[in-house]
């Protein structure tokens, strides 16, 4: 049996830390109270992505945070990480499992009701709903599914489901109202001044929006 | 035990191949005579990358020659291709031996005299010598070690080792001569005009400089 815990889900992104080390935004969203991490790097080398991982791993150790690989399942299998999120580009569901086993968690991206129907035949753990919102940060996404989108695809999917894309205080608790299981957040948390403060805030949120819901 | 031949190694540039499709290219050099192939991708998604490695595999197979992929250890375990080659900035030998098992083979790149002491303790089967010769491919490389390099490597070295870099028709018998088991080589062939011709050529002079050496 897998724990995991989609809540609040911090993806990384380097050029947003505003010059400070990934390892201090980690621990800081820790402390904050984030419930799942993903190290997403797209222009480092292999070496850089492994050590990086590593040392992620090494922070959230103690918090007994699983941390998640974005697309490269060898720095998953390098670095021994809880699992590896992949998108639609990446290696496929099927040959990343057969790879990484049964007991690892296993995210996929979906951009469409199509992307989720799709996905309800794959031996993944969890969804990325993406975007709800429109975002600068990814700029080779879909359209912006919105809150309707989350709710449709929410109640097709046998899989939870985690929002990614603008979320942000303001609309945090809808997305939750909407049906998905957890936000993930880039810039709300990789980009505020005081990162544990920003994690602590919307953890919050979205449990007691998962309280009401 | 494995059995590869480094004689003649293809290293794939797709900017090289003038428009021609991969699939082409690699197997007319392996008509031509290539010993080894080198699937290299820089720039391609994670599942271009692997469709990529599939098809390459597919063209290899009739004539039992090795694919080799360059630093993704996953797409090299996606494709069971015949082993990896990583360089000084991609994941660690031991950490790519443990993953791969001891049946794969794994080549490590060297861009220095001290590259190569180092590769002494590590569980590889082959290095790169690199660059041999100023080369237009690669931008991102060392000094060039030129033949005495080779020759100083390949004497101290206990691994087999293949040149690389500005390696053609003009200068292939004297990296042999210099002491190296193979050339391995990417527009000599790639942007070839005839791709068999080019490597029947290369190969013609690799075997003779062999027998005199």
Redesign the interface.
Known sequence: MKHFDLSLYLVTDRSQSQGRPLEYIVKEAAEGGVSMVQLREKSC????F?RQALSLKACLKPYNIPLIIN?????A??CDAEGLHIG?????CD?ARR?LGKEKIIGLSVESIQDALDANTLEIDYIGISPVFSTPTKTDTATELGLTGIREISTLSRHPGVGIGGIHPGNARAVIQAGAEGISVVSAIMSAAVPRQAASQLRDIVYQSKKIK
């Open positions: 080398t292999s070496r850089e492994y697309d490269r399942l060898d720095i299998l390098a639609q580009t990446d290696l496929p040959v790879i």
